[in-house]
């Protein structure tokens, strides 16, 4: 199984594009690989979106930014620098920052040296000997950051070390990473809301659960739907509304006379954001069948009774 955080290979890509073509979600292809569902949806929407995503042109791509990102050798009257009295400071005040949002303390320290350090980065000696901190330290807090894909590694130019550095995609890789997360919380809210019920007091308190990390997700992601996906997703929610019945996979694309991967990227965005389809909840019934139902949350159980008589 691949260690999290490390870099994905051709054949990990190729992988991905088989998996994407047979209709698997970015769950379920990060599974299979042993890799964050923000790694899997990140690689995709980095280099073309679920219908058209080539392990060649990624692959391509991913050897273009390493090449551009590859640290110089540092000069020899650097080496030994040590961080000014206001870095220092620094380091320590914003650490105390991010250690208040849940970040372990020394992770916080090892990262933010990191941010300030030179495009070259730092070894793990210089982070021993800058903190003054232990050697177990410095590994453990640097896997913590890998895990979390905010460091990269490369190799010194000798080759017997290995330098870590922030690369330029730290914080988007971040922003998504928590959005992904926040959407996911706001599909399992919505899973057990059909669970216990709307008109639940569990039920009531998970759709307003829902309705917040709905939000906040699609608030964070702005308009991270490519356009033409965008118009996809709200093409295939008008087929099923028209439709007024459940569709399967085969019959929908035949219907819109869109090609079978076209169609699976456009159900899998509006999975992937619920918020897509509000007011509606798109609901799998089977493998390959869809239906579109009225969100639970959207109206109290006292407004559906009302409807009903």
């Known amino acids: 199984m691949p260690v999290p955080g490390g870099r994905l290979t051709h054949t990990d890509r190729r992988r991905i594009a ?10 379920e292809i990060g599974r299979r690989l042993g890799r964050p569902t923000s790694t899997i949806s990140r690689e995709v929407e980095r280099n073309g979106t679920p219908g058209d995503y080539s392990a060649e042109h990624a692959q391509q791509a991913a050897g273009d930014r390493a090449r551009r990102r590859k640290p110089a050798r540092p000069a020899a009257s ?3 620098a040590q961080p000014s009295a206001a870095v220092r400071g620094f380091v320590d005040r914003f650490a ?13 320290r090892v990262f933010v040296r990191l941010l300030t350090a030179d495009a070259d980065g730092l070894t793990a000696a210089d982070l021993v000997r800058e903190l003054q901190v232990s050697p177990a ?7 913590y950051l890998e895990a979390m894909e905010l460091v990269v590694r490369q190799p010194d130019s000798g080759g017997r070390r290995q330098r870590y550095l922030i ?36 039920g009531a308190r998970l759709a307003k659960m829902g309705q917040f990390f709905a ?64 007011p509606f909840l798109l609901q799998a019934i089977g493998p390959t069948t869809y239906t ?9 159980p006292a407004q559906r009774e009302a409807l009903e008589e």
């Open 215 to 278: 939000r906040l997700s699609e608030q964070m992601r702005g308009s991270r739907l490519a356009e033409t996906l965008g118009y996809d997703a709200l093409t295939v929610l008008a087929a099923l509304v028209h439709a007024r019945r459940p569709l399967d996979l085969s019959a929908l694309a035949i219907a819109l006379d869109w090609p079978r991967d076209r169609t699976i990227a456009a159900l899998d965005a509006i999975q992937r954001q619920p918020a897509v389809a509000d």
């Open 78 to 80: 650097t080496i030994d």
């Open 292 to 300: 579109l139902t009225t969100r639970p949350d959207r109206l109290s």
């Open 18 to 27: 088989a998996w994407l073509a047979d209709g698997l979600g970015y769950a």
């Open 96 to 108: 105390t920052l991010l250690a208040a949002t849940g970040l372990p303390r020394m992770t916080a």
């Open 137 to 143: 330290s410095v590994s453990k807090s640097i896997g």
């Open 167 to 202: 690369d330029d995609d730290v914080w988007l890789r971040a922003w998504q990473a928590d959005t992904g997360a926040h959407g996911e919380i706001a599909i399992a809210a919505q899973q057990g809301i059909e669970i216990f019920g709307a008109d639940t007091t569990p």
